[in-house]
Nanobody, 116 residues
């Protein structure tokens, strides 16, 4: 059982930046893909960004050009760098690992609040 622990969330003003970290208890290089999701009150959980084992990245249109997902396999950590934050980015952000077709892991989530 691999544990994922997010950190780095908090309160930031609109236009500011924040970097989220996801520390894994196992080797993330074994993951098919690592991703960040978010869920705002009253909304469905949505995929924000994903990075595959091969280093390919994809982003939700709403964050494209502002957010960057990256990984450091030596530290077993995935990052989400968020720039030009907007109030609509306010949500709980979750780290996710896809190990196989049937196996995955979720972090506990970290709150990001962007004030106007």
């Amino acid at each position: 059982q691999v544990q994922l622990v997010e950190s780095g969330g908090g309160l930031v003003q609109a236009g500011g930046s924040l970097r989220l970290s996801c520390a894994a208890s196992g080797s993330i290089f074994r993951a098919i893909a690592m991703g960040w999701y978010r869920q705002a009150p009253g909304k469905q959980r949505e995929l924000v960004a994903v990075i595959t084992s091969g280093g390919l990245t994809t982003y939700a249109d709403s964050v494209k050009g502002r957010f960057t997902i990256s990984r450091d396999d030596a530290k077993n950590t995935v990052y989400l760098t968020m720039n030009s934050l907007k109030p609509e980015d306010t949500a709980v952000y979750y780290c996710h690992a896809r190990w196989s077709i049937s196996g995955d892991s979720w972090g506990q989530g970290t709150q990001v609040t962007v004030s106007s």
